[in-house]
T-cell receptor
Framework: DQQVKQNSPSLSVQEGRISILNCDYTNSMFDYFLWYKKYPAEGPTFLISISSIKDKNEDGRFTVFLNKSAKHLSLHIVPSQPGDSAVYFCAARSVTGNQFYFGTGTSLTVIP | EAQVTQNPRYLITVTGKKLTVTCSQNMNHEYMSWYRQDPGLGLRQIYYSMNVEVTDKGDVPEGYKVSRKEKRNFPLILESPSPNQTSLYFC????????????FGSGTQLSVL
């Protein structure tokens, strides 16, 4: 049973506009939520994370929002750039720190 | 350069022929883990290791073995591969304390015929 879900397999956005990627989770026993970015033929790379005790974390053009009551998080990219075109995975870490659960990924295309 | 190194990048084998995928990290990380990526299923954890000689099952451990005899190495062993183990495999590592940031290898594409 998928504990972390990304319901949008793909997203297209114009360069300079905002990209919003969404993620839902079913288990409350997570202490960190993370976003990873993956280019073809490469491993995923860490993008940004948020602790379960916070509701927002920013790093440059990337902001992650956490809504614990809705069990929902989102990644905002502003402004979007063509180099942001990649597959984005949402992930959650168990409170024990030993297991990570990943979503199925959202393929973002930023159109120049 | 800090990195996680997996070998081989590509592997084609036949059903039942034992194989090992190697994983090595040079960051002195305590935590290491293996994932498989399949279309529509995302990345699923196979096994993880909290430190030397400490390993445990993830979500999809059937048909796989691991060992952690040294801190830097965490090989994935398929004793009798089957076609349903055809997948893209990733090794990852992190510091256990404060280590929510996983570092991934470049992946191993395995095809079992």
């Amino acid at each position: 049973d998928q504990q972390v879900k990304q319901n949008s397999p793909s997203l297209s956005v114009q360069e300079g506009r905002i990209s919003i990627l969404n993620c839902d989770y079913t288990n409350s026993m997570f202490d960190y939520f993370l976003w990873y970015k993956k280019y073809p033929a490469e491993g995923p790379t860490f993008l940004i994370s948020i602790s379960s005790i916070k509701d927002k974390n920013e790093d440059g053009r990337f902001t992650v929002f956490l809504n614990k009551s809705a069990k929902h998080l989102s990644l905002h990219i502003v402004p979007s750039q063509p180099g942001d075109s990649a597959v984005y995975f949402c992930a959650a870490r168990s409170v024990t720190g030993n297991q990570f659960y990943f979503g199925t990924g959202t393929s973002l295309t930023v159109i120049p | 350069e800090a990195q996680v190194t997996q070998n081989p990048r590509y592997l084609i084998t036949v059903t039942g022929k034992k194989l090992t995928v190697t994983c090595s990290q040079n960051m002195n990380h305590e935590y290491m883990s293996w994932y498989r990526q399949d279309p529509g299923l995302g990345l699923r954890q196979i096994y993880y290791s909290m430190n030397v000689e400490v390993t445990d099952k993830g979500d999809v451990p059937e048909g796989y073995k691991v060992s952690r005899k040294e801190k830097r190495n965490f090989p994935l062993i398929l004793e009798s591969p089957s076609p349903n183990q055809t997948s893209l495999y990733f090794c990852a590592s992190s510091f256990f304390r404060g280590g929510e940031k996983l570092f991934f290898g470049s992946g191993t594409q395995l095809s079992v015929l």
